[in-house]
C-alpha cells in the first residue's frame, strides 16, 4: 500500500515535469509563430524557473 | 505483479490525460485571444500595476525624459508629446481609448489630447480631444447648447449671445455663410475645434493669377493653399534626397479640390545610397484640370530626408498651412508673411541660433530641440537671419503679404482668446468626468489606414506646451483603457470565401 502510494507520487511528480515541458515547448512555438501572443499575458521567465526546480527536484529523487 | 503494473497504467494515463486537457485548454484560451473571433476586445493599464506578469498590451512609454521616474509605479507626464505602443494580436478598425487621470496643469497648457499615427511617412497622427479647458470655461460663461451626432460624438455650440435656440438652426445658417451677428463673414466670428469646417474662397473673377516658381528650399512634409483659375494646372518640383538615414523616402503629392476631388502622384525610392549623407536629385510633376476657379490644398507628404529645392506652380496666390521648414543658404534675410499672432520656432542645427523678427519685436533663438512661441505686436511679418528653422502656427505662411490666403475659421488651440468679433464655437467634444479629483475622458479613434508595425500601434498623449516652461505642471495616468473593434471571424472567413 505504502509503496503504492510513492509510485502515485512520482508519477505525479514526473506528469507535472511532462506537462511543464510540454506547456514550455507549446508556448515557446506560439510565441514564434505569432509573436507577443503568450508573453503579454504570461512571463515565460516564471514558467522556466517553475519547470527548471521541477527538473532538480526529479533529478535529485532519482 | 500484473496488478501493479496496471494500476500504475491506469494512474500515469489518468495524470496524462489530465494535463494534456489542461495545455489544449490553455492552447485554445491563448488562441482565442489571439484571434478574437468576435471582434471585441479591451485591452487596459493601470498604475501602480499590480500583479499581472505579462508584458500587457500597453507599453513602451517613451521619451523617458518626459516622464517623471521618481516614483517607477507612476505614470507621470511631464513633457510633451508622450508616445506609447498598443500590441495588438490582428488588426482592428476602430478604438474607444478611456483615460483616466490627474492633472496638475496651468492656463498655459488647455488642452490633452490622444492620437494614433497613421502615416509613418509623414508622422501624422490623428488627434482626438481628451480635454479643451478653453471650451469648458466658456461652457460656464457662454449660452451652451450640445447635440448629439450618431452614437458617439457629441456636437458642442457655445455663443457669446443667445441668437440660436437649437444647433441645426446655427449649421443650416452657417452652411448658408450667414450667422446672425456676424457681418464680416463664418471666418470672423466663428472659432472651431475638432470640427472640419473650411470656408468656400473665392476671388474676384478679374483677379489675374501668375505663374510662381519658389527657389526657397523646405524639407519635409509641407501643405499648401493655391487659388487655380478654371483651366489646366501644373506643378513642379525639384527634390533633394538628403539620404541621411536608412529608411527609402518616397514621396506624395496630392492635389484635392473643395469637392473632396483629388489626383496624386507618388515619386518612388529605391533607395540606392541609404544612409550615406549623398544627395540625390529628384523630379516629381503633378498636372490635371481645374473644373472649378477656388482653392485648393496641395499636400506634398515626404521624410525629413527630403528637401523641396524648388516648387513651380501654376498661381502665386499660395500660403502654406501650419508649417514651413526653410533649408539652405539662402534662407538667410528670408521674409514670411502670417495671419497669425504667434509663431512656435525651433531648430535642431545649432548654426541656426539666432535672432528672428516677428511683427514689431525681435526674439532670440538660443537653444536647440526647444520649442520657442513667440507672441507679435504690429504686422505678420517674419525675417529670418538664419536657416534651417522649423515655423509652425495654426495659421497660414505666404512668401508676400498678398499671397495669404486662408479660409480655416480661428481654432479653440493653446493660444486661443476670444476676440471681440468671436461669437460662436463649434466644436466635436466631450468634457471629461471628474470624481475625486480623477478625471475620466474618452477618444474614439478610427484605425482603419492606421500604421501597425510588428503588430504595435503608435499612439501618442499631447498637451502642448508642457515642457520646460511650465514647471510643476504634471499629468499623472491612473489607467488606460482600449476598447477595440474589428471584424469577427464569420466576417474575415466570408471576404476569404469572396476572393
Known sequence: ?62 | MIERVWKKIISQSYWRLAWIIILVFLATIFLYLKVVPSGQIIYSRSWPRGLSSGQGFIYDFKPGERLDISDPNRLKMIGDPLYFSLFTPRSFDRAEVTVRYREHLSSATPIVELGVLKNKLTGAYELQPLENRWLDWLSQDWFKLEQVEGEEERLLFLQNKDNYQTVEEFLVDLQNKKLKSCLGGPTTCLAVYNYPWTASYSLPTDTAVSPLHITQPFRGSHQFYVYLPVGPWRFFLELVDLNLDKAPDPVIVTVSDNQGQSSSEELFDDNPLPASGRSENKELAISGQAQTAGLYKVQIKASDDIVVSSLSSPSDKLSFINKFWPVSESAENLKLYTDSSYLQIKTFNPASLGPVVFGDDTFTIDETYRQFNLFRSGGGKISLSNEDLVLETNGVFALSQESIINPQPNKVDRFFRPKSDTTYIIARYQAPEEKGGIKESRAVLDLTGADREEGRYQFLLSIPGLGVDTPGSWLEIEEISVRLEGRTLWQKIKSWIRK
Not at chain 1, 16 to 44: D, G, H, K, Q, T
Open chain 1, 1 to 62: 500500500m505504502a509503496k503504492n502510494k510513492i509510485m502515485d507520487k512520482k508519477i505525479i511528480k514526473q506528469e507535472i515535469f511532462y506537462f511543464l515541458s510540454s506547456a514550455m515547448v507549446l508556448f515557446v512555438i506560439m510565441e514564434l509563430l505569432w509573436p507577443r501572443v503568450i508573453l503579454a499575458y504570461l512571463n515565460l521567465n516564471w514558467l522556466l524557473l517553475v519547470w527548471l526546480m521541477t527538473s532538480v527536484w526529479l533529478l535529485k529523487e532519482k
